[in-house]
């Protein structure tokens, strides 16, 4: 079913089957790296909100994702770093705009909550935190996997860090150039995760071409001595269609 989901968007890319007001223009890599970032960046972290972020230090986290994450918060000060705030939902980052035609469910559900947030109790599943470049279009997430994402015993499961490599490329691709969803994720899985321990994911942007960005992945130790494991995506850029909230 999901595969199928997959080749629905991508066919909507290679056959037009979406409104052209839809989809972006064919970009070179000069202009797809434009003043945009800015608007799209301002837009998905606002300074002011009332919605909780989870990407926050609590007494989970090990002394290596607590001074990393110190370390990355003093880069943000003069080094061209952001730190994305995350809410239990992408609804609640991007507010206001719709997704394009055909791709829009009804349901009455209220506890939407992406997968990387929904559990709830501190350090049992998934803690992270990511930093965006805006200027270099690269991000590091700092990934600690709890006891609820074990695979072998005492090591994190392979699809957990799948899954925090593909939220972090999504995040990245968003705030590079409106990227919305993963045509394909490649891994090649190098050494276990120890639970409760500190894997850093270095996120680039390749290059952007054909309504694509194409980015790559290596997830580490802090001290850069252990791979855990290397991967390479490609996200179809989609433009969304804006319909800000009405004031109240």
């Not at 990355?72 to 994305?84: A, M, Q, R, V």
């Not at 209220?110 to 350090?123: K, S």
């Not at 993963?182 to 409760?196: A, D, E």
């Not at 680039?204 to 855990?228: F, H, N």
Request: hydrophobic share 35%.
């Amino acid at each position: 079913m999901m595969r199928r989901g997959f080749q629905r968007v991508a066919r909507f890319a290679h056959h037009k089957a979406l409104p052209r007001t839809h989809l972006l223009p064919r970009l070179h890599q000069a202009s797809a790296f434009g003043s945009s970032t800015d608007s799209l960046v301002a837009r998905f972290c606002p300074e002011k909100t009332d919605f909780k972020d989870y990407a926050l230090p609590n007494s989970s986290w090990c002394p290596d994702m607590l001074s990393l994450y110190q370390e990355f918060l003093e880069k943000t000060k003069s080094g061209g770093w952001i730190k994305i705030p995350s809410f239990k939902s992408n609804r609640e980052h991007i507010q206001g705009l719709k997704l394009p035609l055909g791709l829009v469910t009804d349901s009455d559900k209220q506890d939407w909550r992406i997968f990387t947030r929904c559990i709830l109790l501190e350090g049992q599943g998934y803690e992270y935190v990511i930093f965006f470049h805006p200027s270099e279009k690269k991000s590091v997430c700092l990934f600690q996997p709890g006891p609820y994402l074990e695979g072998p015993p005492g090591f994190a499961h392979g699809g957990s860090l799948a899954a925090m490599m593909d939220e972090t490329f999504s995040k990245t691709a968003y705030l590079s150039g409106e990227g919305l969803f993963t045509l394909s994720l490649n891994i090649r899985f190098k050494n276990l995760i120890p639970v409760g321990s500190l894997a850093v994911l270095d996120i680039q942007v390749e290059k952007i071409e054909d309504q694509k960005l194409y980015m790559s992945c290596i997830a580490q130790s802090r001290d850069k001595q252990t791979v855990y494991a290397k991967s390479s995506g490609v996200f179809l850029q989609l433009q969304l269609e804006e319909n800000p909230p009405q004031q109240q």
